[in-house]
């Protein structure tokens, strides 16, 4: 789960085990609410395959959210973030010869 404070673009990388709605509100709260605080809204992708699984999360935890339109990366700031993120583990991935580095490098590039 990566989440982006948009005003100041810092990005908290979490791994979570599995994307169902409470898995990431539990993840959700500890990682990103009690550590950095409330937020106000949170903007979601509508072309992500967790999309139903982020609504039902800031549902259950009663926060107000945005769904940007199919394929407006532009208004979404966390894309950038992922494309740095790809070409961060791709570039890890051929230095080591394996793919099982993807956490450990999107917890990097997260603090890149």
Not at 86 to 103: W, Y
Request: aromatic letters at 12%; glycine letters at 6%.
């Amino acid at each position: 789960m990566n989440t982006m404070c948009d005003m100041y673009q810092f990005v908290v990388v979490v791994p979570v085990p599995d994307e169902t709605s409470a898995t990431l509100a539990d993840y959700f709260v500890q990682h990103v609410l009690m550590k950095f605080g409330m937020c106000y809204l949170i903007v979601l992708d509508d072309g992500t395959p967790f999309k139903g699984a982020f609504v039902a999360m800031c549902q259950s935890l009663n926060l107000n959210y945005e769904i940007l339109a199919k394929r407006n990366h532009k208004g979404l700031s966390v894309e950038h973030f992922h494309r740095f993120l790809n070409k961060s583990v791709t570039i890890e991935a051929e230095d080591r010869g394996m793919i099982d580095i993807f956490v450990h490098a999107g917890i990097a590039a997260g603090y890149a």
